[in-house]
């Protein structure tokens, strides 16, 4: 082989190594055109979230303060699409994602809850790619790990609730006055489902308390008794634990006492049809200060929060409730990388306790969540403080409990079975005592059939 040959066949086999480098760290970090933010061309995220309504969100507000700050150093731009419930916003997720006729593009970001994720998987943003260790490391751990599914960060946590007992403190001391009923009765399922009762017989029919989520009211108070509810996949209906906190609620939502009405206690606040319910902090937004009586006049009431009852022998159980943020995975990598630096501006101390004060949330920021829960004195909303004051007594006796993944189908199942039963039971109960019969053996019996229809029941 002549010396040129010998030089060209060099130069030829380096050009090869070099393309060969290249072509590997193209695959790993975008050789050549790597993609990167540029704040004379911003790039635009479309966001669907829950916070509020489209006029009146702290989230909203939240997103304008990243606009006009980090947003506007880095070149972002993140613009609300739409405010909705998470069940509307899921029912849009799952239509966009299946192109069904008439549904709206995708949005860039999203709230919404991990049971999103085994029908939005392929499409979704692995939040780990792009955070590092030093990134994950300024959120709570407990709230962090929920995002996580086959050990893939699918969701991060933005803001957190959990339960509390409210109650319209005004119309419940007028019936303690009047029957010597107590609030430390708050402290046990087993004494606040009497005080229901006691409140139906006084009332003349109205009820006392409402449990927003009877699938959360399982769960909690089964994890508290050191049971879980979910074993291999699978409820287990047939523990003696889970019988035991089925009936407990149950005797009041068949005899009277305990709402089992279809939605969120909220309406029926507004009416004084009933005093308390178990449910979100979150709810806090939408609590009125007044009730309107049947005549439209309006009465002024004080609202007052007690930690969420446990049953007997049961430890001080925080069910972590919250949507989380998801990004939709773009070909176009600034789409990506803007979304990341949303994500961490949001996980900020500052960003993240402002934003969590705002909404009445807890704030998902390590350093933030205790820095608010120690000092909820120095909360200037009144009524926030008066919540937060609350949630410094669980915070610091409870374990956090999340909702267990892939359990969609046995969470539906078991609210909508629990409330169609129970309401149906109800209605059985109000004819058969009509009729003239017994009440305790009517309820035991209504208590048993309701329990073994749970067993069956399917949405």
């Known amino acids: 082989m002549s010396v040129v040959s010998k030089k060209f066949s060099a130069s030829l086999y380096s050009m090869l190594v070099l393309l060969l480098l290249c072509l590997v760290t193209a695959f790993s970090s975008g050789c050549g055109s790597k993609a990167s933010l540029d704040p004379a061309k911003p790039v635009t995220l479309t966001i669907w979230h829950v916070y509020g309504n489209q006029t009146n969100s702290p ?92 050990k893939e960060l699918l969701m991060l946590p933005i803001a957190k609730s959990t339960e509390l007992l409210f109650v319209n403190q005004t119309y419940f001391d007028r019936f303690a006055a009047a029957t010597g009923a107590s609030t430390d009765d708050f402290a ?14 006084w009332t003349g029919g109205k009820n006392m308390c409402q449990l927003d989520d009877f699938y959360n009211y399982y769960l909690t108070s089964m994890a508290s008794l050191g049971d879980p509810l979910i074993k291999d996949g699978k409820p287990d209906l047939a523990s003696s634990n889970f019988k035991r906190i089925f009936r407990a609620a149950a005797e009041p939502a068949i005899a009277g006492g305990l ?139 409870g374990t956090w409990l999340h909702l267990p993944h892939k359990a969609a189908e046995i969470q539906q199942n078991l609210e909508y079975g629990s409330k169609n039963i129970l309401c149906a039971a109800h209605q059985q109960y109000l004819q058969e005592i009509a009729s003239g019969a017994n009440p305790q053996q009517t309820l035991d019996k209504l208590v048993e059939e309701s329990y073994q229809k749970l067993l069956n029941y399917k949405q």
């Open 59 to 150: 989230f909203n507000d939240t997103i304008e303060k990243f606009n006009a700050s980090e947003g506007k150093a880095q070149g972002v731009i993140v613009k609300v699409a739409s405010v909705s419930s998470s069940n509307v916003i899921d029912k849009a997720l799952f239509a966009s994602a299946k192109q069904e006729p008439g549904a709206v593009p995708l949005p860039d970001l999203f709230t919404a809850y991990p049971r999103v994720i085994p029908a939005m998987h392929d499409k979704l943003l692995h939040w780990d790619k792009y955070l590092n260790k030093e990134d994950l490391a300024v959120y709570q751990p407990e709230f962090l790990a929920e995002g996580y599914q086959d």
């Open 188 to 201: 046990d399922y087993d004494k606040l489902f009497a005080l229901c009762r006691k409140y139906y017989t």
């Open 259 to 397: 709402g089992i009405e279809k939605g969120y206690a909220a309406d029926a606040w507004k009416t004084a049809d009933l005093i308390s319910n178990v449910g979100s902090t979150a709810a806090i937004l939408y609590m009125r200060d007044y009730v309107t009586n049947p005549d439209n006049t309006r009465e002024t009431i004080v609202t007052n929060y007690y930690p969420c009852p446990v049953f007997s022998g049961g430890k001080v159980t925080l069910l972590q409730r919250g949507v989380g943020l998801f990004a939709i995975k773009s070909t176009d990598e600034r789409k990506n990388l803007g979304a990341v630096v949303f994500a961490k501006w949001l996980a900020q101390e500052n960003s993240n306790l402002n934003f969590a004060m705002q909404a009445g949330y807890l704030p998902t920021n390590k350093e933030a969540l205790p820095k608010l829960l120690n000092n909820p004195q120095d909360v200037h909303n009144f009524k926030y403080r008066k919540l937060y004051t609350c949630m410094q007594q669980v915070y610091k006796q």
